[in-house]
């Protein structure tokens, strides 16, 4: 227990003007150190945490919870299925779906897509993707039509617009007596989607499931159903237990599976990071040992005269660990203050950067998603805290247990 005396002791010396101006230096250089080192990983830790979410919800915009297909590539009883899994409580909605690679060309541009065959209705219950259609209507995606809806920057690669027509190019042909011929329709944009996510806007061709059937050659079948669940994060449980209800027949896929690579990743990632980033405030706790160090010899003859008048080896050692200890609190206050700020204001803060220095800091064609999403978790903040001032603490035990075995006979030997 620090008493009033220590505790005002150690007060006063760190508020005391220094005679030595190079201790004051490393002193100031500490706490900054431990402000930077707490600023950064509040702020990375936010943005890593509103990264993995916000890339989480724009998947789920356009990946299912659950996926049901079959083995052999394609369902012929997808109804009977369908009815057979509506019985499950765990299932909000489902919606049957064909799935093939095409080429889509337009004059002379030539792109790869996913060229995914919905049912409209059906798809805006599993999905969130025909809420985010920015240009046409969705309702004019009629079987037999040949309407297609694309991502608007799938759009821009092939330098349509509404109305215009896209030639699709299956992967597999038909056989005729002169030959493998390729298996091609013309399709009319009928509609844009947006989902801010360069993956999907860039990649993925919406059709009526009648038209995909046409073209990729799938009369009567389907590739599956997706499914929509009460509760995405027991996607898993629920894929598990449906897989066992239907006797493993099936190939059960959930969202998490599709994507575990990549929120393994993401999830190591962010331990690496903050690993790294408390190596910061591991640095400036360690300039904390040093400019204890130094105030120790400094202050010998301030400590003999303290034990001739009767203070004992332990309240020495607290007096100056109450010092190390107000640098590093006041500078993971700063540094918390600081990150917090950042984490609440990094939207506006990347786009203010960017417009300063006339460049793109996350250009789209590299990164994933085309803003920078920040999420403050409170949590986060306070191990961050409780880590700096458990780092200054124990940075203070080595000075203060030396200015504890100063001798006051020798201190004062030639003073």
Known sequence: MIRPLELLIGLRYTRAKRRNHFISFISATSMIGVVLGVWALISVMSVM??????????????????????????????????????????????????????????????????????????????SEVMDHIVEGDPGELRSGEFGIILGDTLARILGVKLGDKVTVVAPKGRVTPAGLLPRLKRFTVVGLFRIDMHEYDSGIALVHIDDAARLLDMDGKVSGLRLKLHDVDRAPLVGRQIGQDLQNRYYIRDWTREHANFFRALEIEKRVVFIVLTLIIAVAAFNIVSTLVMIVTDKQPDVAILRTLGMSPASIMKVFMVQGTV????????????????????????????????????????????????????????WVVILALLLSFLATLYPAWRASRVQPADALRYD
């Open 49 to 126: 945490n509103g990264f993995h979410n916000e890339l989480r919800e724009r998947i789920l915009f356009v990946v299912s919870h659950v996926t049901v297909s079959s083995y052999q590539g394609g369902l012929e009883d997808w109804e009977e299925l369908a009815q057979e899994l509506s019985r499950n409580e765990e299932v909000a909605a489902q919606s049957p779906f064909i799935l093939g690679q095409g080429m889509l060309t337009r004059g002379g541009e030539v792109t790869g897509a996913l060229i995914r065959g919905i049912l409209p209705e059906g798809e805006r219950a599993v």
């Open 327 to 382: 640098i590093g609190f006041v500078g993971t206050l700063a540094g918390a203050v600081l990150g917090v700020i950042t984490a609440l204001n990094v939207q506006t803060i990347v786009p203010a950067l960017e417009r300063l220095f006339n460049t793109e800091l996350f250009p789209v064609n590299v990164y994933v998603i085309t803003d920078f999403p920040a999420e403050l978790r409170w949590p986060d903040v306070c």
